[in-house]
């Protein structure tokens, strides 16, 4: 293998590093960050304008005419693409290599070497990464062929002669949409048609301006009649996060929360700071560990077999560094005991290893997801309602660190901006896990009262066991007269959606996101006065429901 394939591949391979991060983040920032996506443009008008002064220079420096290449792309688009993850990262290495490789052969094989090149950007998650890298690697005349195969592809129409849809997604380098809204999302991916799934009796629809619910814009909405006491949908959790006491004791399952009976025993994973890890069985070791522990609180490799090429391998100093970012994030962690940051790192971890193929299957009691199977946990968060957050100073640089020492290049995928974005989204989000009653002896947070995180439970986020996040349950709206409440019968953080009276289809669904019980020796006034409190810390907004606007007037 020449010097120059040597010098490629191991750009690349550097490169590699970051392919998971960018794959996982580039679609999911493009839709939510402004800045963003003004960037994308701003490349693209870049891009644009070389293109532009490069043509004559085209004709000049090859002979291969518009038609020869328009014929050659078209060839391309019908050749069969890698589907698995391990398909793409195998087929770019091999396409690299051919084009080195006929490059060297001088200008009759500048086509077929352009388009070697051209077929390895196309399964490239960074086209434009990629395009740097071969500028300063592969000959100038054939970076010319691969930049006008480039704009033939960009502005072929219509797009469907290529076979892809029109969504922003129809070449290697085609930007995103500019200024792309959610609604427009939402019907560019005809996600409402797949998702909440069939299964699950409901449906979504926009809150009404005089609902008597608060929350979510979009409301669950009931697609049959159901009667009182009847379990409407059961739902396991996205992510979890066991409430830090229950943590150290060791009493309860780290992944379902299950309460682990000492008899029975437990299994374990230590952290890099020696915290230990309990779970109540093997498939919930398991899939913690695959889904985001050993990301984050381990020194296992974060990627794939099949990326782990020997000038990556981690030196004992990035080793070193890698766990000082972990046990400085565990202690930042365990200091004021908040579930939020964790939350979003495991968000984070999920999102990688789903990308790498790591996390296990339904059968590990996964999350809901639409009937389609084509939207990622990441799809369904960027959706969610959000409420203001602001976090301590120092957590977003932790945070950073702790990424950049596991996966470099995937630090520089969270701004501080989405970083208090995806905090907000948690925190309007979370559930509390509550078993029977709840516990009694949940240790009071150390935080301002503004500051303390708040879940919804209609038995109060004292009471609870831990924190959890839904994809169905999320959209449940606010009543202090709820029609219906969450229930973890099953003694672990799986969800059942219980009616609290007969229901009918159509009828749209709320539950209580805090206790609206009246307490003994509570007046109507103090009991309305309370749980207005707690909504307007936790979720920021003021109830409307029938029952507050009659103590209202009441009072």
């Known amino acids: 293998m020449s010097s120059r394939t040597n010098t490629v591949l191991t750009i690349a391979g550097i490169s590699l590093c970051g392919i998971i991060a960018y794959a996982v983040y580039f679609d999911y920032r493009r839709r ?29 420096a090859t002979e291969v005419s518009e038609a020869e290449l328009r014929e050659a792309l078209k060839m391309i688009k019908t050749e069969p693409r890698p589907a698995s993850q391990s398909d793409r990262e195998n087929y770019f290495m091999s396409q690299v290599a051919m084009g080195e490789q006929l490059a060297a052969r001088g200008e009759p094989f500048h ?76 019907k560019i991916g005809a996600y409402e048609e797949v998702f909440p799934p069939k299964s699950t009796n409901v449906t979504l629809q926009t809150r009404p301006p ?19 006491g009847e379990i ?25 929360m299950r309460e682990i009976q000492p008899s029975l025993g437990s299994l374990s994973l230590l952290s890099s700071d020696s ?6 069985s093997k498939p919930c070791q398991v899939a913690s560990k695959s889904q985001w522990f050993s990301l984050l609180f ?58 790498n193929g790591k996390a296990p299957g339904k059968d590990a009691g996964d999350y ?16 969610w309602s959000s409420t203001p957050i602001e976090p301590p100073s120092e957590e977003y640089s932790l945070v950073v660190a702790l990424l950049k020492a596991t996966l470099p290049g995937l630090d520089a995928f969270i701004s501080e ?71 973890f019968s099953s003694g672990t953080s799986e969800l059942h959606l219980i009616a609290n009276k007969d229901l009918k289809k159509g009828d749209a669904l709320s539950i209580a996101y805090v206790d609206v019980s009246q307490r003994p020796g509570e007046s109507v006034v103090e009991c309305r006065q309370r749980r207005r409190k707690e909504l307007a810390r936790g979720w920021k907004f003021a109830c409307q429901c029938s029952r507050c606007l009659k103590e209202a007037s009441e009072k």
Not at 33 to 60: G, N, T, Y
Not at 232 to 256: F, N, R, V
Not at 368 to 383: F, K, L, M, N, P
Request: overall charge negative; hydrophobic content about 35%.
């Open 111 to 186: 086509l077929p070497a352009a388009l070697s090149f051209y077929r390895a950007l196309s399964v490239y998650p960074s086209p434009p990464e990629l395009l740097s890298i071969y500028q300063k690697t592969v000959p100038d005349a054939i970076v010319k062929i691969i930049l006008a195969l480039v704009n033939l592809d960009v502005s072929s129409s219509p797009v469907q002669d290529l076979g892809i849809d029109d969504v922003g997604d129809a070449s290697p380098t085609r930007g995103p949409p500019s200024e792309t809204s959610s609604q427009e999302w939402d």
């Open 417 to 487: 901006e989405s970083h208090v974005s995806l905090l907000g989204r948690i925190a309007f989000n979370g559930f509390g896990v509550c078993f029977g009653g709840g516990r009694d002896d949940r240790p009071p947070s150390t935080l301002r009262p503004e500051d303390a995180e708040l879940t919804r439970t209609p038995y109060g986020t004292t009471r609870q066991v831990g924190t959890a996040l839904y994809s169905v349950s999320t959209y449940l709206s606010h009543s202090c007269t709820p029609n219906a409440r969450p229930s």
């Open 232 to 256: 409407i949908y059961k739902e396991y959790p996205m992510l979890t996060c066991l409430d830090y006491d229950l943590q150290l004791s060791g009493h309860y399952c780290t992944h379902c």
């Open 210 to 228: 005089n609902s008597e619910t608060s929350g979510p814009e979009k409301v669950l909405v009931l697609t049959k009649d159901v009667a009182a």
């Open 275 to 280: 915290t230990k890890f309990a779970f109540c």
């Open 298 to 355: 381990t020194l296992d490799p974060p990627l794939p077999a099949v990326l782990e090429l020997s000038h990556l391998k981690p030196t004992p100093a990035a080793l070193e560094a890698r766990r000082a970012a972990q046990v400085q994030l565990l202690a930042y962690l365990n200091k004021d005991k908040r579930v939020g940051p964790l939350l979003m790192t495991k968000f984070i971890a999920r999102q990688l290893t789903a990308a």
């Open 368 to 383: 809901t997801e639409a009937d389609s199977g084509e939207y990622q946990i990441e799809d369904h968060v960027e959706r």
């Open 32 to 60: 939510t960050d402004p800045e963003f996506r003004k960037k994308i443009r701003k490349e693209k008008k870049r891009v644009d304008k070389s293109l532009a002064q490069s043509r004559e220079a085209l004709a000049a």
